[in-house]
């Protein structure tokens, strides 16, 4: 086991794409410690893959860049923001709720948080909003698509611990609509200190804008309603997002999205690709931890010591918070959750909670340096300097943060509802 | 060389990309199509998950070179991008983590080939097949796993060498 973990915290060290260290660990593992035929390799390689629900992945990716070239977004916020008029910093709530909405149908941080900077920081601008409070608005509102399904880190931490995905989608719900309602209040808050009032709402702009909105909001209802309505699993509804998004952006704008499609499919393949090449390290990585019974040993080890499942879960949470500033919520995932998992469960941990734990802390791992991949998102749009978004994420981190604690003590806030609504047919005893 | 390189790039931009992008193109039309089925024909074809995975694995296995020339695969280069930033010897110093980096994982993919061979052979041997499409050998796709490697291979020898190259036209400067 010593072996294993240092050889893999080197190779981590050095750079190596972190599925090939995961994979070389074993490798090596494999080879001078046990005597498994070295075929094992590829079999476990091959571990997750075979899984139906892990399409999904690609299908929500591609969903969310897709709606982010067909210009459905822009049409959602200037619902959004006629909604919004009168409250405020109704610019910026207009924003996060944009990025609520918008959640709903893609599965990436980066893109939710490019096209959301793309469409309303020039706005904001505008408007008097310093710049870091309004890249601090949308760095955090395109973190909000992690939590709110559907989401790739769900699915993710789904595949690894075989729990169902659509009761992790459920359970992400009412973490995300909260986290997003309390963002909303902080922006009030923050506006209001800073002197950006509000403006007078019209009933006539609410009407002038509904009707392009129409299809963006449709869309949630219909992935969501389907899915929770049991008229499709995950995998299909992401399909359904996908071919919505693509049938939508021909009928709007023929000619250049079609043009812009291969580019498209092209950014999905290369966040599919790292999450399934770095799949194949976590099942390599797997399969050597379970047939050693390494997380055995490591759950008998931290329960023997008297730690308490509320005291194990906050120091997870703090190892989370550290390497979510030196790897994406994949590496968070990946790294961690085949380790702590068995002892998790040995614990008596809910696996559902357990999960949304995991992902609201990738969203702490997404906007915070030097590996927050949303901050460059949001950087690279906005042409605004990291440490200004730096100095406007802060609140909304500390938010999040409290939040965190706050549902490391009370998961039921996770788990309810998918209790509510898978009830067993025929109730024991 | 840049011959060699060039086309290599045609290869893989043109060729291999484009492929990737019809296979996910494809398996999305068939999974919607496939909803669509059940719902208003009440019909569906059982061996229809398995060849949706296979064939997103397929374009997902021959993209992994692509991925890399992205550098688009995470990895941890916290102490690589502290040594640049200091600078001078430093500098140096990452340059040298780079490239064994890069050696160890053109070794650890050269291995996974190696080894994955006689995965496949057995594949072939005991002519394993996906859960509910019989016709569908799995071996196939374990040789296009083992050419995604062989891609990965290329791509890293190649950032190898533009690695070493670097440091050597740097020290003779």
Same mark, same amino acid.
């Given at each position: ?5 240092? *050889? ?32 094992? &390799? ?20 591609? *969903? ?25 910093? /109704?610019?910026? =709530? ?18 939710? !948080?490019?096209?959301?900077? @793309? ?12 710049? @870091? ?32 995905? !659509?009761?992790?989608?459920? !359970? /992400? ?19 209001? *200190? ?8 019209? +009933? ?13 909001? &449709? ?37 250049? %999205? ?103 802390? =990738? ?34 981190? &500390? ?31 | ?30 999974? %919607? ?58 500098? +140096? ?11 160890? @994982?053109?070794?650890? =993919? ?60 740097? /020290?003779?400067?």
């Amino acid at each position: 086991m010593t072996f294993l973990i240092l *050889s893999l915290g080197l190779f981590l060290v050095s750079g190596i794409p972190i599925a090939i260290c995961l994979g070389f660990s074993s490798l090596l593992y494999v080879y001078f410690y046990t005597d498994y035929p070295m075929t094992i &390799l590829g079999q476990s390689f091959l571990f997750y893959m075979h899984k139906y629900s892990l399409l999904a992945i690609p299908f929500f990716i591609t *969903s969310g860049f897709v709606m982010g070239r067909t210009g459905l977004l822009e049409k959602l916020f200037d619902f959004a923001h006629e909604l919004l008029r009168w409250v405020h910093g /109704g610019l910026g =709530c207009a924003t996060m709720l944009t990025a609520v909405v918008f959640a709903a149908f893609t599965g990436s941080s980066v893109a939710e !948080a490019s096209t959301l900077g @793309s469409v309303s920081y020039p706005i904001m601008k505008k408007r008097g909003y310093p710049p @870091s409070l309004a890249t601090g608005i949308i760095a955090m509102g395109g973190t909000l698509g992690i939590l709110i399904p559907p989401s790739w880190p769900i699915i993710l931490y789904g595949v690894i611990t075989d729990v169902s995905i !659509a009761k992790l989608f459920i !359970a /992400g719900i009412v973490p995300g609509l909260v986290l997003g309602l309390l963002m909303i209040i902080l922006i009030m808050v923050i506006a209001r *200190s800073k002197g950006l009032t509000a403006e007078k709402a019209s +009933k006539a702009g609410i009407a002038r804008t509904l009707g392009p909105a129409i299809p963006g909001l &449709l869309m949630p209802v219909l992935v969501l309603g389907g899915l929770y309505g049991g008229l499709f699993a995950p995998t299909e509804a992401g399909a359904f997002a996908c071919t919505y998004a693509i049938l939508y952006g021909i009928a709007v704008d023929r000619m250049r %999205f079609l043009k812009a499609l291969p580019g498209v499919l092209s950014e999905s393949l290369r966040v599919t690709t790292m999450v399934f090449f770095l799949l194949g390290g976590v099942g390599l990585f797997n399969g050597i931890l379970a047939n050693e019974y390494i997380p055995q040993k490591i759950a008998q080890i931290i329960i023997g010591s008297g730690f308490s499942p509320t005291m194990f879960l906050l120091a997870y949470m703090g190892i989370l918070l550290v390497l979510g500033c030196l790897v994406d919520a994949s590496g968070m995932i990946a790294l961690t959750v085949p380790i702590i998992f068995p002892t998790a469960m040995a614990m008596g941990i809910d696996p559902i909670a357990l999960g949304i734990l995991v992902v609201i802390n =990738c969203e702490l791992g997404a906007i915070t340096p030097p590996m927050g991949i949303t901050l460059y998102g949001v950087s690279g749009v906005t042409k605004v300097p990291i440490e200004t978004i730096l100095r406007g994420v802060i609140p909304f981190f &500390l938010t999040v943060l409290g939040f965190l604690i706050f549902m490391v003590f009370n998961p039921v806030l996770a788990t309810w509802l998918p209790a509510a609504m898978y009830q067993p047919i025929f109730p024991s005893g | 060389m840049g011959k060699i390189a060039c086309l290599w790039d045609f290869f893989q931009d043109k060729i291999v990309e484009n492929v990737s992008r019809a296979l996910l193109l494809g398996v999305m039309l068939f999974a %919607f199509v496939e909803v669509v089925r059940r719902y208003f024909l009440g019909d569906t074809y059982i061996w229809y998950q398995d060849v949706a995975v296979y064939l997103t694995l397929t374009a997902v296995f021959i993209y992994f070179a692509i991925t890399l020339k992205a550098n688009a695969h995470i990895r941890l280069g916290l102490l690589v991008d502290y040594l640049e930033r200091r600078g001078g010897v430093w500098k +140096k110093a990452a340059a040298t983590l780079e490239i064994l980096a890069h050696s160890l @994982s053109l070794v650890f =993919c050269i291995l996974f080939v190696w080894y994955g061979v006689e995965f496949v052979r057995v594949g072939v041997e005991f002519g394993r097949h996906a859960e509910n499409a019989d016709f569908l050998l799995l071996w196939p796709f374990y040789i296009i796993l083992l050419v995604g490697f062989v891609f990965l291979i290329v791509e890293f020898a190649r950032l190898l060498y533009a690695a070493v190259t670097k440091i050597t036209v740097k /020290g003779e400067a």
